[in-house]
């Protein structure tokens, strides 16, 4: 029975004069994310609201699995249209809907009205009473409640009149690309792909950069990392997968700096690669998925030493978060199952035994220095021989 679907949004509802800006992103996100569903939509917007008409037959569940992954979205309302023809048509509208929609009635119901066209003969107060009355009329079985109602009915008089109870929830936060782009360090773990899920749910676009090392990580690790990259670009939106052969960096620092700091200066040297992309790419942060005290290479001291080699902003949007924490977060958006497959990447194969965790950025620094002979044009080769994948 329905047809249309009301989306309500949250955070976009406090801007100011530019809110219209926020909701013309969302519509587009929305339309974005309905190509990928089978039937015809229009997506409008009118009045502080945004609706999402079926203009063919549609997948009901398929519909609103798609809406959900929209950042901006609030709640998803299947709603029905009325036309205005007196309250009288009204009331046997809402009969019908309570009929067809709730086929066990004894339960407790509001009506809450909402009268957006001024000109309509009756107030929001009166239309609640009025409604209410007709309904038990109807459904003498149906009681009253209007502090924690069993069903909630919304009536919004407009140019039309919808009539919806159901508030499907939606992922919440801003529309992606209204709040500009990052580039996120992605690994084959648990976290980084929270952490672009993460952030894209604050209105963040993302492309994505993968460190290879051939052949100490196979062919199956790239591909694990890719199918993470499109479980995030289903929430995130289209991005770019940089993918970037590190082995003869890897080897390089392996053969010419103390064991014990290879983690760190191979983040460092990750970090001063993903900078140049993300410089190239038009974006204005770096975006990792760290959180402190985890590993040796997240304490305070490693953070430090990784941050000192940028002038990009890093951005990590689960730092205060515990494994647990994320694990849940990871199992919501489905890369869980993908990212504990048994694939290594190149952050896991040259682990030192035991990596210093209080690092001190000059020595640090100082043994970098062993590094000068061929490690720019290192850099330089990995970064003209990167692929590029376009991740849908």
């Keep these: 029975m329905f ?4 989306i309500k949004y949250a955070e976009i509802g406090i801007k100011g004069k530019n809110r219209y800006l926020f909701e013309e992103a969302l519509v587009d996100q929305i339309r974005f994310a309905l190509k990928k569903v089978e039937g015809e939509f229009k997506v409008h ?10 203009l063919s037959e549609f997948d009901f569940d398929e519909t609103v699995q798609g809406l959900q992954k929209v950042f901006g979205i609030s709640g998803i309302c299947p709603v029905v249209y009325a036309e205005d023809e007196g309250f009288e048509k009204l009331g046997k509208d809402v009969v019908e809907f309570i009929d067809r929609v709730y086929p066990e009635k004894n339960q407790t119901f509001k009506v809450h009205a909402r009268r957006a066209r001024k000109n309509y003969p009756m107030d929001s107060m009166e ?16 009681k009253v409640d209007v502090h924690h109602p069993e069903i909630e009915l919304n009536v919004e008089i407009r140019e039309k009149i919808y009539i919806y109870s159901q508030i499907i929830p939606g992922p ?11 580039m996120l360090l992605l690994s084959g773990g648990i976290d980084s792909p929270v952490a ?9 676009k993302i492309d994505a950069v993968y460190f ?3 052949p100490y990580t196979s062919e199956r690790a790239k591909e694990k990392v890719v199918d993470l990259a ?3 670009a289903a929430y995130s939106g289209p991005m770019k997968l940089h993918i970037v052969n590190f082995t003869d960096i890897q080897l390089y620092i392996y053969e010419k700096c103390p064991h014990d700091e290879l983690t760190i200066i191979m983040r460092r040297f990750m970090m001063k690669i993903a900078e140049r992309i993300a410089l190239e790419s038009g974006c204005l942060g770096l975006i990792t998925g760290e959180s402190i005290g985890q590993v040796a290479s997240q304490t305070m001291q ?12 890093v951005y990590r949007p689960l730092i205060g978060f515990d494994k647990q924490e994320i694990v849940e977060i990871s199992e919501k958006i489905d890369t869980y199952e993908t990212s504990v497959l048994p694939y290594e990447d190149c952050c896991t194969i040259f682990v030192a035994k035991h990596p210093v965790t209080k690092p001190n950025v000059k020595v640090i620094k100082g043994h970098e220095k062993n590094l000068a002979e061929k490690i720019d044009e290192m850099v330089e080769t990995a970064l003209s021989s990167r692929e590029i994948l376009d991740i849908e």
């Design 127 to 142: 239309i609640n009473c009025e409604l209410g009355g007709v309904i038990l009329d109807a459904y003498p079985e149906m």
């Design 302 to 313: 490693s953070l430090a030493a990784t941050n000192e080699v940028c002038t990009l902003p």
């Design 3 to 6: 047809k249309a679907f009301l």
């Design 196 to 204: 672009g899920y993460m952030i894209s749910k604050r209105g963040v």
């Design 45 to 54: 917007r009118t009045q502080g609201r945004i609706y999402v008409d079926a």
């Design 172 to 182: 919440g936060g801003m529309p992606v690309g209204t709040n500009g782009k990052a």
């Design 212 to 214: 290879h090392a051939p």
């Design 230 to 232: 499109k479980y995030v």
